[in-house]
Structures are given as structure tokens and as C-alpha cells.
């Protein structure tokens, strides 16, 4: 099982980021996918999450109407898209597999103001 992500970078204030998460070695259309976030001093916390199939999709609330998680399962991958970032977005960006338990690299994502 891999996870491997790519993306992010620093943005400024108002910016937008588009996260990817390519997956490998498991039936990836099964599994609900997560993208989780930890910044500096704080513990690791969900943005969003989405079913297998891409028919269910939950939102943190700090991430509704900003953020928007997707997945394209001939591809293997799960994205991030984050527009109206804001300072406090400044983190590690993870993404998360749930059945295989497994966990992307890390993207580190940083907006300045």
C-alpha cells in the first residue's frame, strides 16, 4: 500500500491549492479516502472525507465552502482543492486511506497574509 501526495506550497492570503493523493496496492475504489491536517504545536485534524464510490463527502466546518475534496478512481486519486486560504490554513497536509489504515507523505501548505 502507498499513498503518495503532491501539491501545495505557500500561497498568499485568498490563494488557492490543489492537493493530490495517488494510491497504490489496494482496491482503492472501495475505500473512503480522508485528508487530515496538523499544524505546528497542534494535533492532527480531519478537513475532509469521501466514500469510495464519491457519493458521500463530509467537511470540518472550518473547510465547508472553501474546500472541496474529490476522487477519480480510474486514476487511483484523491485531490484537495483549497481556495480562500487564510493564514490559519498553515499546516501539514496528510491524506489518509481508511480501510488499509495508511498514511500519504505529507504536503506542506503555507499562506502568508
Known amino acids: 500500500v502507498q499513498l503518495v501526495q503532491s501539491g501545495g506550497g505557500s500561497v498568499q492570503y485568498g490563494g488557492s491549492v490543489r492537493l493530490s493523493c495517488a494510491a497504490s496496492?489496494?482496491?482503492?475504489?472501495?475505500?473512503?479516502m480522508s485528508w487530515y491536517r496538523q499544524a505546528p504545536g497542534k494535533a492532527r485534524e480531519l478537513v475532509a472525507q469521501?466514500?469510495?464510490?464519491?457519493?458521500?463527502?463530509d467537511y470540518s466546518d472550518f473547510a465547508k465552502g472553501r474546500f472541496t475534496i474529490s476522487r477519480d478512481n480510474a486514476k487511483s486519486t484523491v485531490y484537495l482543492q483549497m481556495n480562500s486560504l487564510k493564514p490559519e490554513d498553515t499546516a501539514m497536509y496528510f491524506c489518509?486511506?481508511?480501510?488499509?489504515?495508511?498514511w500519504g507523505q505529507g504536503t506542506q501548505v503555507t499562506v502568508s497574509s
Open positions: 469521501i466514500s469510495g464510490t464519491g457519493e458521500i463527502i
Open positions: 489518509y486511506a481508511i480501510g488499509p489504515a495508511r
Open positions: 496496492g489496494f482496491p482503492f475504489s472501495i475505500y473512503g
